[in-house]
């Protein structure tokens, strides 16, 4: 409980004594540039293979003669937009930005630059945390868009061309009985995601003590964490808005 309580005064800290707003607009964009531009590789990757996977694997499971080929690209689609897109893609996400984001803010607490900026009268949480905070939220929601549609684009490439279903069939299974509220739910999913994994580490980095060894338990830390607030938050958003 106490870490709880610590990382609710940190969340606070970020909004007493903010620099101007021209102040952040760089770095924002710097993070946006560093959190987002940077995973979209490792993002294209994963998702499009999920897909595949995905197709092939529903497929092989669906060997009724009841039961229509398209339901195999329903349920890609469903799968990637409820589950697949948002929360494999933040478990990736907290692996590469959360370790990388722990990483660089206990270098700078061990290296006294933090206790630096307190110095010359910055407020560091916000100075160092917020703009990170801010990029992750910015640039997660698209990465969860890209991810969705790479995931749906990769089971139909795989499903063509081992030709378990035919494209029309894949085409049409896409496009029944679709719920818009899926992708409202996606969406609302990724920004909270986006905001535990950023804060998360951003936290555990802020208040590292000792050296070097300490960092990279500290990175460790903030992943983990992130991987189970990324969890519990996404059984609690199923459970509350479907």
Avoid: H, W
């Avoid at 949480?125 to 990465?143: C, R």
């Avoid at 509220?181 to 969406?187: H, Q, R």
């Avoid at 990324?230 to 609690?236: F, G, I, M």
């Amino acid at each position: 409980m106490r870490g709880i309580g610590k990382y609710f005064i940190f969340l606070g800290l970020m909004f007493i004594k903010r620099e101007k707003f021209s102040t952040y607009v760089k770095l924002v964009i710097d993070e946006c540039v560093l959190i987002g531009i940077d995973s979209l590789v490792i993002v294209t990757i994963i998702s499009t293979f999920i897909g595949a996977v995905t197709c092939i694997q529903t497929a092989y499971n669906l060997v009724s003669p009841l039961i229509p080929d398209y339901i195999i690209s329903l349920i890609v689609r469903d799968m990637t937009l409820l589950e697949l897109a948002p929360t494999i893609t933040a478990l990736v996400f907290a692996g590469k930005v959360g370790s990388n984001i722990a990483g660089e803010l206990g270098t700078m607490r061990i290296t006294e630059q933090v206790d630096a900026l307190e110095v010359m009268g910055i407020n560091s949480a916000s100075f160092l945390a917020l703009p990170k905070i801010l990029g992750s939220l910015i640039t997660y929601p698209m990465l969860v868009i890209i991810a969705g549609f790479l995931s749906i684009l990769g089971g139909y490439v795989a499903g063509t061309v081992t030709q378990v279903i035919t494209p029309e069939e894949y085409i049409y299974g896409i496009r029944a009985d679709f719920i818009e509220y899926n992708v409202t739910f996606a969406l609302i999913k990724s920004f909270v995601f986006a905001f535990l994994i950023a804060s998360i580490s951003c936290y555990k980095g802020y208040y590292t003590e000792g050296g070097a060894l300490e960092v990279g338990k500290a990175s460790t830390v903030a992943v983990t964490n992130s991987c189970i607030a990324v969890l519990a938050a996404d059984y609690l958003l199923a459970q509350l808005l479907l």
